[in-house]
Nanobody, 125 residues
Framework: QVQLVESGGGFVQAGGSLRLSCAAS????????MGWFRQAPGKEREFVSA????????YYADSVKGRFTISRDNAWNTVYLQMNSLKPEDTAVYYC??????????????????WGQGTQVTVSS
């Protein structure tokens, strides 16, 4: 069992930056690849980014590539999402998730086993 708690969301103007954090507790954090997803009102939850168990591989949705950076610190059981050049279309609830597919290459919601409660990101134009 893994418990995930996101933080760092908020309100920012377009072009601004935010850094999301996801703190994990429970079973060995480095047994899991980690992902970030987001869900806007009326839309399905969508993949944003993922990172392998050791941080060696990272993956991004085309919509955030070049603007967002995922990283993890296994010593602190935390995964981060640095979001730069934010756009109004980035507005959503952001969720972190853990998967036992340790390569981190999966983008499917159903392949993630544990989820945080989400943190709201609002980008104004």
């Amino acid at each position: 069992q893994v418990q995930l708690v996101e933080s760092g969301g908020g309100f920012v103007q377009a072009g601004g930056s935010l850094r999301l954090s996801c703190a994990a507790s429970g079973r060995s954090f480095n047994s899991y690849a980690m992902g970030w997803f987001r869900q806007a009102p009326g839309k399905e939850r969508e993949f944003v980014s993922a990172i392998s168990w050791n941080g060696g591989s990272t993956y991004y949705a085309d919509s955030v590539k070049g603007r967002f950076t995922i990283s993890r610190d296994n010593a602190w059981n935390t995964v981060y999402l640095q979001m730069n050049s934010l756009k109004p279309e980035d507005t959503a609830v952001y969720y972190c998730a853990a998967t036992t597919i340790t390569g981190g290459h999966t983008r499917a919601v159903y392949e993630y086993d544990y989820w945080g409660q989400g943190t709201q990101v609002t980008v104004s134009s």
